[in-house]
């Protein structure tokens, strides 16, 4: 009986293992270059993400050297990288000074592990004063909601060099993770 325990337990731990194996190069080749545009580069839901903080809640990427998909270039800056839906497609754009300059597709969107954000980021060292300010603000908040700060999405970014010049770029933010490929040379 202990032996199937085992067994059992060694096999559900490999499935996350066995689930994650995705052939890169097949992703490329599926996904299609994006043909839509917005009107005058800018982005529509930016406003609704940004009205409730003081600094933009998107992640910074800054690129040193060119990424490609397929006929996009993605020249060396620092973008914002904002995960948006457009009939029924998730796409990542690439923000410059306020502008859409690159909207590339995402390949798959998945619910961000429970307690990644508390393992992954690391705590805020705040002051004495900044404590007391914060504590002050959130006394305040208890009594008055419309005084209650919202919380800006927390947000992560990994990038990950796969074989055959492949580049996996997995963007974090608030709930969801969403997985973008590249690649280091033009195909």
């Known amino acids: 009986m202990r032996r199937w325990i085992i067994l059992l337990a060694l096999l559900v731990c490999s499935l996350p293992s066995i689930a994650k194996d995705v052939d890169y190069e097949q992703v490329y080749r599926d996904l299609e270059v994006p043909t839509h545009k917005y009107v005058h580069d800018i982005d529509p839901g930016e406003y609704y993400d940004t009205k409730t903080s003081t600094w933009s809640p998107y992640p910074l990427l800054r690129l040193l050297a060119p990424l490609y998909f397929k006929t996009i270039v993605v020249e060396p800056g620092y973008y914002l990288l904002t995960p948006r ?16 300059k690159y909207i590339v597709p995402i390949y798959d969107r998945e619910i961000v592990p ?67 490929i590249f690649r280091t040379t033009p195909m």
């Not at 307690?115 to 805020?124: I, T």
């Not at 959130?138 to 009594?143: H, V």
């Open 85 to 100: 839906e457009h009939k029924g497609n998730w796409y990542m754009l690439f923000k410059e000074a306020g502008r859409i």
């Open 114 to 180: 429970e307690f990644f954000y508390d393992e992954n980021l690391p705590k805020p060292k705040l002051s004495p004063t900044q404590k007391m300010h914060l504590g002050m603000l959130d006394f305040i908040g208890k009594f008055v909601p419309s005084a209650k700060r919202k919380p800006t999405p927390q947000t992560y970014l990994e990038l990950t060099d796969l074989d055959n010049n492949f580049i996996s770029m997995v963007v974090y933010w608030g709930n969801y993770r969403y997985y973008t």
